[in-house]
């Protein structure tokens, strides 16, 4: 697993879906599978996935944010997503860039996770 400290020329890196909406997609689908512990949600439809960064050689940043800092799951969390993203075939390298800013909240869930988790009808 890599971290963003590690990433050399971020500045090359931009919105995935901007020009590479094919691996976005396949990337958005590994990550509908890999769903947080302590939810049961998938981390995509939680909202924990803020971005998809890519650059032209089909490495990849993630950056996505915890539901609390003190999350006790984060790194088990971190690595499965990490693992999840190396399936993609067409994927060379993912980092994963945690961020806390914007705080997640029930507002950054897709309405599926919402009325699945019961807080939307």
């Known amino acids: 697993m890599e971290f963003l400290a590690k990433v050399e020329n971020r500045e090359s890196y931009r919105n995935l879906k901007d020009f590479n909406e094919n691996l976005y ?10 769903e947080d512990p302590e939810i049961s949600m998938d981390v995509y439809n939680l909202g924990l996935i803020y971005n998809i960064l890519g650059d032209l050689n089909n490495n990849v940043i993630v950056v996505m944010t915890l ?11 971190i690595k499965n997503i990490v693992s999840e ?3 993609v075939p067409e994927v060379n390298n ?5 961020v806390f800013e914007p705080k997640w909240t029930i507002d950054s869930m897709s309405d ?8 939307k009808k």
């Open 25 to 34: 997609n396949e990337i958005v689908e590994q990550l509908k599978t890999v």
């Open 67 to 77: 539901t609390t800092p003190a999350c006790p799951m984060a790194s088990m969390l």
């Open 85 to 87: 993203i190396e399936k």
């Open 94 to 98: 993912v980092a994963a860039d945690i």
């Open 112 to 119: 599926y996770a919402k009325v699945a988790l019961g807080f």
